[in-house]
């Protein structure tokens, strides 16, 4: 089983942090996502990558920026942490074809105080 | 552009007695479509799929869904509801082609099992 590994479950930072969150999958999916969990509004795209160097806008970027080095690393980068952006944020990664579905991490509760 | 709904936030039900979670979706062309289940503070695991074929599929822990293309729905049902069932569900949906090579999510129902 594809394994995806979120590097904290439970994060508290400052406003105005610069904050990374890390995902690791440990099979050579290509796609890479990362959504953020608020209640009443499920799961939004905030961006996601196809390949390495690769990156695309989802619906809610901005505030957000991301980073594939490698095919199996994908960060989440918060410039400046506002308290708007506390939140359950969920990493996933599915194969090439769509037919597949998505494999999610655990997931990094993150309060910006 | 796709969408999902799920209209109801909770569903109650007792053990023992079937369960169904409903969600309609928007796409263009043929969709594929997910359900996936989220225990407390954990991430989304995959329940199962509609890609093409039957129009009932069957998925993980005895889950099952009815795809029907009039009504543009695809409701998740079991037969006979376990407490440990009790989770957050979440329908899914992604246009064959284009749609941005993501899927888009409902904003999930809380379903309650009660002895």
């Known amino acids: 089983d594809v394994k995806v590994t979120q590097s904290s479950r439970y994060l508290v930072k400052r406003t105005g942090e610069k904050v990374f969150l890390e995902c690791v999958q440990d099979m050579d999916h290509e796609n890479m996502f990362w959504y953020r969990q608020d209640p009443g509004l499920g799961l939004r795209l905030i961006y996601f990558s196809y390949d390495v160097k690769m990156k695309e806008k989802g619906d809610i970027p901005e505030g957000y920026s991301v980073s594939r080095e490698k095919k199996e690393r994908f960060s989440l980068i918060l410039e400046s942490a506002s308290t708007n952006q506390t939140s359950m944020y969920l990493c996933?990664?599915?194969?090439?074809?769509?037919?597949?579905?998505?494999?999610f991490g655990s997931g990094t509760r993150l309060t910006v105080v | 552009a796709q969408s999902v709904a799920q209209p109801e936030d909770q569903v109650n039900v007792a053990e023992g007695n079937p369960l169904t979670v409903k969600c309609t979706y928007s796409v263009s062309g043929n969709p594929y479509l997910f359900w996936y289940v989220q225990y407390p503070n954990r991430g989304l695991q995959f329940l199962l799929k509609?890609?093409?074929?039957?129009?009932l599929v069957k998925g993980s822990y005895g889950f099952e869904a009815e795809f029907n293309k009039s009504q543009t729905s695809f409701h998740l049902k079991k037969p006979s509801a376990l407490v440990s069932d009790s989770a957050l569900y979440f329908c899914a949906v992604r246009a064959p082609t284009g749609g941005g090579n993501k899927l888009t999510f409902g904003t999930g129902t809380q379903l309650k099992v009660e002895l």
């Open positions: 509609y890609i093409t074929g039957d129009n």
């Open positions: 996933a990664c599915r194969q090439a074809s769509v037919i597949y579905g998505y494999t």
